[in-house]
């Protein structure tokens, strides 16, 4: 069975960074994207970045220039590199894997930015 599980979350004041961890375990094949999405309080879960067959990436335009998605194969991992946070950037972050048409998630981590 698959499980992520991330890490790295907390409270950062404003222009400050943050490195998000996203280990996966068990095994999964044919990966077709690695994503990351959020979720704040009273709003539906929206993508941050992702990464579509190791070569192509989507992410909000509010992350722009400052949100980084990578991935290490070797460590079955995914991470997310936030630099200049802003209060908006608050929320819930959660990993995303899709292999063989299936979603994986995990558990989120909390971000919190203040002003």
């Known amino acids: 069975q698959v499980q992520l599980v991330e890490s790295g979350g907390g409270l950062v004041q404003a222009g400050g960074s943050l490195r998000l961890s996203c280990v996966a375990s068990g095994s999964i094949f044919n990966i077709n994207r690695i994503g990351w999405y959020r979720q704040a309080p009273g709003k539906q879960r929206d993508l941050v970045e992702q990464?579509?067959?190791?070569?192509?990436?989507m992410y909000a335009d509010s992350v722009k220039g400052r949100f980084t998605i990578s991935r290490d194969n070797a460590k079955n991992a995914v991470y997310l590199q936030m630099n200049s946070l802003k209060p908006e950037d608050t929320a819930v972050y959660y990993c995303?894997?899709?292999?063989?048409?299936?979603?994986?998630w995990g558990q989120g981590t909390q971000v919190t930015v203040s002003s």
């Open positions: 995303m894997i899709q292999a063989n048409y299936v979603y994986y």
């Open positions: 990464l579509i067959s190791s070569s192509s990436t």
